[in-house]
């Protein structure tokens, strides 16, 4: 099925250590988004992308870093995570114009311990 | 900067009540509104939508949104909830053409409990 597919879905880790979150459309989607969900604060923006080869920082960047070498795939890293990062994770792609919405995957649930 | 607010945090409801939520954003120019739910254990999937035209749109299973640019609101509503509906609600926003990358700034959630 077409959509937005996130790797992994779960994930434990110990303070300090890295990993990548991989976001991958198949839907020649222009735009794509991470977004971070804590309770009572909705979706919070890390980083997005307008196109391939570019990025830009949304309200939440720090600890994080993102690619985005081929259009349809969307990473996101936590270099040296921290306990605060503790969240789930949401990618989403959009046409340019938006006109449809964001399509979203569905979630990784991450814990720093 | 943008911003919306979602002043329920949770509510809770018994199946056939009417339902509104409320959504206000702080932006003055054009702008683009959404309604999103979140089911349990799910992703947020797309309610309904406001570009432009009709001020009362109408989305999914029975849920109707109304916008009023007077007053920089966009609440959702429907007359009969049911058991079903219980999820997390999101208002999102973007600035419409001036919002480079077409970014969707979030409420902060209303949970819907509906009982049976």
């Known amino acids: 099925n077409a959509g937005v597919t996130q790797t992994p879905k779960f994930r434990v880790l110990k303070t300090g250590q890295s990993m990548t979150l991989l976001c991958a459309q198949d839907?020649?989607?222009?735009?794509m988004y991470w977004y971070r969900q804590d309770p009572g604060m909705g979706l919070r923006l890390i980083h997005y992308s307008v196109g391939e080869g570019t990025t830009a920082k949304g309200e939440v960047p720090d600890g994080y870093n993102v690619s985005r070498l081929k259009k349809q795939n969307f990473l996101l890293g936590l270099e040296s995570a921290a306990p605060s990062q503790t969240s789930v994770y949401f990618c989403a792609s959009s046409y340019r114009d938006n006109f449809y919405g964001y399509t979203f995957g569905s979630g990784t649930r991450l814990t720093v311990v | 900067a943008q911003s919306v607010s979602q002043h329920n945090h949770h509510v809770i409801l018994s199946e056939a009540a009417s339902l509104e939520l409320g959504c206000n954003y702080s932006y003055g120019g054009t702008v683009n509104l959404f309604w999103y739910v979140q089911y349990p254990g799910q992703h947020l999937q797309l309610l309904l939508k406001y570009f432009s035209g009709d001020p009362l749109v109408k989305g999914i299973k029975g849920f109707e949104a109304e916008f009023i640019k007077s007053k920089f609101s966009f609440n959702l509503r429907k007359p009969s909830v049911q058991w079903s509906d219980t999820a997390e609600y999101f208002c999102a926003v973007n600035a419409g053409l001036y919002n480079q990358g077409g970014k969707l700034i979030f409420g902060q959630g209303t949970e819907l409990s509906v009982k049976p």
């Open positions: 839907m020649n989607h222009e735009y």
